[in-house]
């Protein structure tokens, strides 16, 4: 079965066309779990099953709209056969974002919530959460299982915390939402920051994503990697790669 990631989304805001907003399947041994599911994800998510568990990094839409199209591909497929609810790590204020999209069924009738700022074991994975600074509370999340660690910024400014966050990661995704740095606080990052803080912590990858529509993303990545030496990738829709 082996590892792998596969892109479901890779905009930030909103989705370009063709394109969906933030979304990744991480595969470890036949266990799949999802990271965040914004506008346009669900749908490249069903052409490769539902998942074993969902986290989302925090309440805004372009991270977990496509949480709600989940919800109901759950509830009319999986638990009519009196399947348990579905695993989702999240903040508060996602649940309430999904309760006011669809009330009925509430989403905690369709998912198993957890709090996000609790380490958690996830199938094989164990799950640590670093409060990071964004708008609203994000948090980045580190999935680490027997030989792999894959870490995910969700959105973010410059921060200290990135570099623990992932330390030696073998992939770490991480934000690049802003071409140029913006005045602060900060709330988002640019590519060459996304490699500074990767070069930081030493990871063995890099994945930019959460690009503002219109990107360059050959620029970004070429910002990405005058700061850091290792391998940098650019998130695109229905990318697989072997982790």
Do not use: K
Not at 87 to 102: K, Q, Y
Not at 209 to 220: K, L
């Amino acid at each position: 079965m082996g590892n792998r990631l596969t892109v479901l989304g890779s905009c930030g805001a909103w989705p370009e066309s063709g394109r969906a907003c933030a979304g990744f399947l991480v595969e470890h041994n036949g266990f799949r779990v999802v990271l965040d599911l914004g506008y346009g994800a669900a749908s490249r998510l069903f052409g490769y099953g539902l998942p074993d568990a969902v986290v989302v990094t925090h309440e805004h839409p372009d991270h977990c709209a496509d949480v709600s199209a989940l919800g109901r591909a759950w509830h009319y497929t999986v638990q009519t056969d009196g399947q348990p609810r579905l695993p989702l790590h999240c903040t508060p204020g996602t649940v309430e974002r999904l309760a006011a999209m669809e009330p009925r069924p509430h989403p905690t009738e369709l998912f198993e919530v957890h709090d996000l700022g609790e380490p958690a074991e996830i199938g094989p994975f164990r799950l640590t959460a670093y409060p990071l600074p964004h708008h609203v509370p994000n948090f980045g999340v580190r999935l680490t299982a027997p030989g792999l660690t894959v870490a995910y910024t969700g959105d973010t400014g410059p921060s200290p915390v990135l570099a623990e966050l992932g330390r030696d990661a073998d992939l770490f995704i991480c934000e690049a939402t802003l071409r140029s740095p913006s005045p602060s606080p900060r709330y988002l990052m640019t590519a060459a920051e996304a490699g500074q803080w990767a070069a930081e912590a030493r990871a063995r990858r890099l994945m930019l994503t959460h690009f503002w529509p219109g990107t360059d993303r050959a620029a970004a990545a070429a910002e990405a990697g005058a700061r850091f030496g290792g391998e940098v990738l650019v998130a695109s829709e229905d990318l697989t790669i072997a982790l």
